[in-house]
């Protein structure tokens, strides 16, 4: 049974590369498959598509002390400086 997860946070990986998404936090431990669909084109509206091939990437970050794209902290031992720096 496939569960449709909703509010899935993604940004553009960088201002310059519109095409490459970064997509999560997905829990590694409840989710381990994702599957998403890929839109294309429709030939039959237009001849002149030309399809070309896409990477994709998956990776994942384990590491503590990370931020989420809501600006939670991923970690429950918070460290905060008390010094100012000027």
């Not at 310059?16 to 890929?38: A, R, W």
């Not at 084109?41 to 990477?55: E, G, I, M, Q, T």
């Not at 794209?69 to 000027?86: A, E, F, M, Q, W």
């Amino acid at each position: 049974t496939k569960e449709k997860i909703v509010n899935l946070p993604f940004q553009n990986y960088h201002p310059t590369k519109k095409n490459i998404l970064v997509i999560g936090l997905v829990p590694g431990k409840k989710y381990s498959e994702i599957t998403f669909p890929i839109l294309s084109l429709d030939l039959a509206s237009n001849k002149h598509v030309h399809f070309l091939k896409y990477p994709i990437y998956i990776g994942e970050n384990r590491g503590r002390g990370q931020i989420y794209p809501n600006g939670n902290k991923s970690n429950s031992t918070v460290y905060n400086d008390t010094t100012t720096c000027i």
